[in-house]
């Protein structure tokens, strides 16, 4: 038997007045596009913004239904814009914050695995990474160099070959 280990580093700042300019309005802005989203079952809303390489910014929100938890997250949400209107053009990074009726949002949280898997694919279509800042409304922010990072062992298109 052998033994093995998966670690990786990320940036840790105490709170977004710590990152630069850039990064920070970045974050700002998914933290205010947290109110576009629909979320009235889980009353948990999400707001990613997206930096791409061409300086297009793109927004998208967790959009619930009464088909409860059938609905989409803001990362795929993001996403599936992105290639709409910005077809073969990568993205650079994604600011992800959250705000919730009964939840305290002061910490970072991380993309759900469906959403790991969908940066991935999105990183590994357009042989780009995309760097990912995670924030609540206030308090510590993560920053991550690639999303690919989040998702060890993961399923992709070699599988299928």
């Known amino acids: 038997m052998n033994e093995k280990k998966y670690e990786f580093e990320y940036e840790v700042y105490d709170d977004i007045s710590q990152l630069d300019e850039q990064d920070a309005w970045l974050l700002n802005e998914a933290r205010a596009v947290t109110e576009q989203a629909y979320a009235p079952y889980s009353k948990f809303h999400v707001g990613a913004v997206a930096m791409m390489e061409n300086g297009e910014v793109v927004a998208g929100t967790n959009q619930e239904n009464a088909s409860y938890p059938v609905g989409i997250c803001a990362e795929r949400v993001l996403l599936g814009t992105v290639a709409n209107l910005y077809p073969n053009v990568p993205?650079?990074?994604?600011?992800?914050?959250?705000?919730?009726?009964?939840?305290?949002?002061?910490?970072?949280?991380?993309?759900?695995?469906?959403?790991?898997?969908?940066?991935?694919?999105?990183?590994?279509?357009l042989k780009n990474p995309i760097r990912l800042i995670l924030g609540g409304m206030e308090g510590k922010v993560y920053i991550i160099k690639t999303a690919s990072l989040l998702l060890p062992f993961a399923f992709t298109s070699d599988e299928l070959i």
């Open 91 to 125: 993205v650079k990074t994604i600011a992800i914050s959250y705000n919730g009726d009964e939840v305290k949002s002061d910490h970072p949280i991380s993309p759900c695995g469906m959403c790991r898997q969908a940066l991935l694919e999105y990183e590994t279509r």
